[in-house]
């Protein structure tokens, strides 16, 4: 990852590498922090999953008006740099499934259904 720009008179580094930690979803943005408990989901041969099976019942439950859901790339160890990204309305469950292949760092797969 690289640094953000830095306002003037001052200057930002990255001091080491920010490896893809884990994926979360969010309702709405994840800056909001309405984050969506994941299930456990199977484990195995190496590797575990998280599900999200019902997100439609989450975006009906919420009280607030943006009911949208969010993936959230989190890199860090700490959780500290969050990618985000709105998912399309129609998406109605998720899963993501780690595999770890060194210190810090995870294979993962993440898909949607409608």
Do not use: N
């Amino acid at each position: 990852m690289r640094a953000p720009k830095a306002p003037q008179g001052w200057q930002a580094f990255v001091g080491g590498p920010a490896h893809l930690q884990r994926l979360d979803l969010y309702l709405g943005p994840p800056d909001q922090l309405r984050w969506i408990r994941p299930q456990d989901g199977p484990r195995g041969k190496g590797a575990s999953t998280e599900l999200w099976p019902d997100l439609k019942k989450e975006r009906m439950q919420s009280a607030m008006p943006d009911r949208s859901i969010w993936l959230a790339c989190v890199y860090g160890r700490q959780g500290s740099t969050i990618l985000g990204r709105r998912l399309d309305d129609d998406v109605s469950a998720c899963r993501a499934t780690y595999r770890q292949r060194g210190q810090d760092q995870f294979d993962m797969d993440f898909q949607c259904k409608r």
